[in-house]
C-alpha cells in the first residue's frame, strides 16, 4: 500500500470516525503539446503525471454525500434529492460537481445511499497541472464504481468537464480529464477531440536519457475567469466568419483566406488553433519515426504561438522557456490553459540540475517569485487503489 493510500484512509478515519470502503486515484497532468485546441474540435497529446488526487469513500445509511479535504477544514455536503449545479461553490464544487453531473448524464441515482469523501492531493494547485481534473476524474471513477453507474472512461471525461462547466464555471474542453482518465505510464494520450479517438503512443523519454522538467512560475491563474473564455469566445467568432463549424476543419492552407476575411487579433487567435492543431499531428509523426529527441523544435513553435498568436503566455513563462532553451533544453513551451502556471522543457537528464539552477537564477535576477522545478514521469491513469 503506497503512503498516500495509507494516508487517505488514516484521515478519512479522523473525519468520520470510521474506515473507507475504498479508495481511489486519479492523476494531474501535463500537456505535451495542442493547446486551446481542445474545445476547436482539435488534437492534444497530454499525458497523465505521477501527482495524484486521492479519494477515500465510505458509505451512508441517510442520501447525503459530504466531503471533506486536506484543502480546507470542515464538511460541506448536499442531499442526492437536492442535487444542482449552483449547491456549493469553492473547492467542494468540484466534487459535488460531479455528483450532480452524473444525473445529467441520466445516473439513476433515485436509490443510491449517501456517501462520505475524504480527499487529499498532491498535484500542485494552481500550477496548470490540472488538479482540478484530478479531483473531478478520482471522484467520478470511485463513485462511479462504488455505486455501480457502469460508465466508460471517455463518458466519465464528460462528466468531470460538466462539473467544470458548470459547476466551477470554467468553460474548458475535455482535454485534462481525458489525459486523468485515459493516461498510462511512460505514454501519452493522442486525442482526436472531436471523435474522441484516443491512442496511446509510449514517448520513450527513459530510454532516449530524456526528463521533462517543470517549472511551475507560481504565477497563479483560473480559467473560471476573463481570459481563457475570451480566447474561446474568439475561436468561436472566427469560425463563424469564416463558415465553419469549428476551427477543426481549417488547415493551413486557409490561412491566407482567413488573413483577408478576419481582423488581426481573431486571425492570429485562429492561426494559432490551426497551426497547433499540425504540431500535434507532427509530434506524433516525428515521435513515431525519430523518438522523442526530435521533438524539440515543434515544443518551440508552439510556445511562440501561444505568446505571439494567442497572448497567453506572461513574462515568467516566457523566461522560464528561453532560459531552459538558452541552457540546453530540446524543446520548451508553457503548459496548460495559460497567464500562469507551469512551462515545460525536455532535457537530458545529466543537463537537469544545470536548466533548474539557471532558470531559479534568471528568476531571482528578475526579482519574479521563486518558481518550483520539478521532473515528472508519465503515470497510470485513475485507477482503485484499495
Ligand atoms: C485548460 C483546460 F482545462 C483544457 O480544456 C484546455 O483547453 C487547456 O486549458 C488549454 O489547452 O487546461
New binding site residues.
Given amino acids: 500500500m503506497t503512503d498516500a493510500v495509507a494516508s487517505a484512509q488514516q484521515r478519512f478515519a479522523e473525519q468520520y470516525g470510521r474506515r473507507p470502503v475504498g479508495v481511489w486515484s486519479a492523476p494531474g497532468?501535463v500537456?505535451l503539446i495542442?493547446?486551446?485546441?481542445?474545445?476547436n474540435d482539435g488534437f492534444?497529446f497530454p499525458f497523465a503525471i505521477d501527482r495524484r488526487t486521492t479519494v477515500a469513500v465510505g458509505d451512508r445509511d441517510d442520501r447525503l454525500v459530504r466531503v471533506a479535504s486536506t484543502f480546507s477544514p470542515g464538511t460541506v455536503e448536499v442531499h442526492l434529492d437536492e442535487l444542482s449545479p449552483d449547491a456549493v461553490s469553492g473547492w467542494a464544487a468540484y466534487p459535488l460537481g460531479v455528483v450532480w453531473a452524473f444525473a445529467e448524464f441520466g445516473a439513476d441515482l433515485a436509490h443510491a445511499r449517501g456517501v462520505d469523501l475524504y480527499i487529499d492531493s498532491d498535484v500542485p494547485v494552481g500550477a496548470?497541472l490540472?488538479s482540478?481534473?484530478a479531483i473531478e476524474c478520482a471522484v467520478a471513477l470511485a463513485l462511479d464504481e462504488h455505486w455501480a453507474l457502469g460508465f466508460d472512461r471517455p463518458t466519465l471525461a464528460k462528466v468531470g468537464?460538466l462539473a467544470?462547466n458548470r459547476a466551477v464555471g470554467?468553460p474548458?474542453?475535455?482535454?485534462?480529464?481525458s489525459a486523468s482518465l485515459l493516461g498510462e505510464t511512460d505514454s501519452a494520450v493522442f486525442l482526436d477531440c472531436r471523435s474522441l479517438d484516443a491512442d496511446v503512443i509510449p514517448l520513450g523519454f527513459a530510454e532516449a536519457g530524456l526528463s521533462l522538467l517543470v517549472i511551475d512560475t507560481r504565477v497563479s491563474h483560473s480559467?473560471a475567469t476573463g481570459g481563457?473564455a475570451a480566447r474561446?469566445a474568439s475561436c468561436e467568432a472566427g469560425a463563424r466568419a469564416l463558415d465553419v463549424e469549428s476551427l477543426r476543419w481549417l488547415d493551413v492552407d486557409d490561412l491566407d483566406r482567413a488573413r483577408e476575411l478576419l481582423d488581426d487579433e481573431t486571425f492570429r487567435r485562429v492561426r494559432h488553433v490551426v497551426t497547433e492543431n499540425q504540431r500535434v499531428l507532427d509530434t506524433v509523426r516525428t515521435l513515431r519515426e525519430q523518438g522523442p529527441g526530435a521533438i524539440g523544435p515543434l515544443l518551440d513553435a508552439s510556445h511562440v504561438s501561444m505568446r505571439d498568436d494567442f497572448e497567453i503566455s506572461v513574462p515568467e513563462l516566457d523566461l522560464a522557456v528561453e532560459t531552459a532553451q538558452a541552457n540546453g533544453a530540446i524543446g520548451a513551451r508553457m503548459?496548460?490553459?495559460?497567464f500562469g502556471g507551469a512551462a515545460i522543457a525536455l532535457v537530458i537528464d545529466d543537463l537537469v540540475p544545470v536548466v533548474a539552477r539557471k532558470v531559479q537564477e534568471a528568476f531571482a535576477e528578475r526579482r519574479f517569485r521563486e518558481p518550483a522545478i520539478f521532473t515528472v514521469h508519465a503515470a497510470q491513469g485513475a485507477r482503485r487503489d484499495a
Fill in positions: 497532468r500537456n495542442g493547446e486551446h485546441t481542445d474545445y492534444v496548470g490540472s482540478s481534473a468537464q467544470e470554467a474548458t474542453g475535455i482535454m485534462d480529464q480559467h481563457y474561446r503548459t496548460g490553459g495559460g
